[in-house]
Structure formats: structure tokens, C-alpha cells
């Protein structure tokens, strides 16, 4: 599994359409192309006191896959011109992971999960403070789950959002 991670950077008062422009516009549009061998997109957000951070991790069976995401320089990132109108700047290139560890079950059924602030996998998934969008697969491998955390890791809920498309 490979796993391509990119990044991008707006100022504070752009940060909402630039989520919404990728929640509405982006994700739909690479899920519409139906990429065999694509699994699913998370999108990350970090708000620090001069701007706001956004990734993007997409998950995908091998490099084979990617490539027929991007093709050959499949490094260069994948940035519309409706996203790069509200970006201050952004990688160029993504950057790809073997993945060599996936753990399926995070707590509880993906339909009604209770997270815990305390439990190690909280701080290993989410990093640091700021996060406030997240999707996995659940322990039944089709389905994804959406998880918003506030900034302080205070207050957590999760739902399961829809059923992966092969």
C-alpha cells in the first residue's frame, strides 16, 4: 500500500473556502474518476497563528495505481485552479509512503465510536492539537469514517460517512 501525502497553506481568512472548495469539488472529482487501485482521500487541517496548514494523505494500493492517478511524474502535486486560487502556496510535489503498519479497528464500531483523549492511538493518528478532519477505513475495510477534533483534543466525536467505492 502507498500512501502520498502533500500539503498546502492558506492565510486564517481563506482557510474555510479552501476546505469547502476541497470537500465539495476535489475529493468528489478524483473519487468520480474511479482510479483502480485508489482506496480513499483524508483531508487534515492545522490552524497555527499565522495560517492554516492543510493535508492531504491519499491511500492507494501501489505506485502503479498512483501513476494512473497522475501518470508518470506522479511527484507533482495535484492542486486545481479553483484550490490554488485560495492557496498562499503549497508543496509542488507529493511526497509517497510505503505503508508497513494499517491498524483497522481504532475503538469501539465504526458506527458508533467513543474516542478517548487518553489512548496512545489518539496522539499517534492526530499528531498534534489542530486537526479538525480526518477519514480512515473502519474495521470492515469498506467503509470510512470522519472524525472532527477540536484543537485542545477536548472534545472528539465521530460517524461513520459513507461506503467506499471500488
Known amino acids: 500500500m502507498i500512501c502520498r501525502i502533500w500539503r498546502g497553506w492558506t492565510t486564517p481568512q481563506n482557510a474555510d473556502a479552501y ?4 470537500r465539495a469539488e476535489v475529493i468528489p472529482g478524483i473519487e468520480a474518476l474511479r482510479i483502480e487501485g485508489f482506496r480513499h482521500i483524508d483531508l487534515l487541517r492545522r490552524a497555527t497563528d499565522q495560517e492554516v496548514e492543510f493535508a ?5 494500493d501501489d505506485l502503479a495505481a498512483v501513476r494512473r492517478f497522475m501518470g508518470d511524474d506522479y511527484e507533482v502535486s495535484h492542486v486545481p485552479l479553483v484550490a490554488r486560487a485560495v492557496l498562499a502556496r503549497f508543496d509542488e510535489r507529493s511526497a509517497h509512503y510505503d505503508v508497513v503498519n494499517v491498524a483497522r479497528k481504532v475503538a ?7 474516542l478517548r483523549t487518553s489512548e496512545p492511538w489518539a496522539r499517534m493518528v492526530f499528531g498534534q492539537p489542530g486537526c479538525s478532519l480526518l477519514t480512515w477505513l473502519s474495521e470492515d475495510s469498506d467503509a470510512l ?9 477536548g472534545d472528539m466525536k465521530a460517524e461513520k460517512s459513507f461506503r467506499h467505492q471500488s
Request: hydrophobic fraction near 45%; include cysteine; glycine fraction near 8%.
Open 19 to 22: 476546505e469547502s472548495v476541497v
Open 56 to 60: 492531504t494523505v491519499m491511500w492507494f
Open 108 to 114: 469501539g464500531s465504526p458506527a458508533g465510536i467513543r
Open 145 to 153: 469514517c470522519k472524525v472532527e477534533v477540536s484543537p485542545s483534543f
